[in-house]
């Protein structure tokens, strides 16, 4: 069974940068395709960013589009989602999902725990 753990979340100024990771466990990220999604306290959880198993096709929130970089590195079997540009709406915390669909935007079926995302103003 596959397990993913995400990290890399933290506390920044907005303006500031983060890069979470997703480390994929117990089989090959080159089967998946990757996710990340969010949710913030009261509010339902939302997709952020997508990448296809070969990489070679992304798709991003409008939210977050121009700021954020979704990315995945099969030698190291680990997705990223690269954060620029942060704002306090960004506040979150943040999960990292794969799936064995070719569908980038979802449905997802293995999910990360998680991992905070503050930004301060």
């Known amino acids: 069974q596959v397990q993913l753990v995400d990290s890399g979340g933290g506390l920044v100024q907005a303006g500031g940068s983060l890069r979470l990771s997703c480390a994929v466990l117990?089989?090959?990220?080159?089967?998946?395709?990757m996710g990340w999604f969010r949710q913030a306290p009261g509010k339902e959880r939302e997709f952020v960013a997508g990448?296809?198993?070969?990489?070679?096709?992304?798709y991003s929130a409008n939210f977050v589009k121009g700021r954020f970089t979704i990315s995945r590195d099969h030698s190291k079997n680990t997705a990223y989602l690269q954060m620029n540009s942060l704002k306090p709406e960004d506040t979150a915390v943040y999960y990292c999902?794969?799936?064995?669909?070719?569908?980038?935007?979802?449905?997802?079926?293995?999910w990360g725990q998680g991992t905070q995302v503050t930004v301060s103003s």
């Open positions: 999902a794969a799936t064995k669909r070719l569908g980038v935007t979802g449905p997802y079926d293995y």
């Open positions: 117990g089989n090959t990220i080159s089967i998946y395709t």
């Open positions: 990448v296809s198993w070969s990489g070679g096709n992304t």
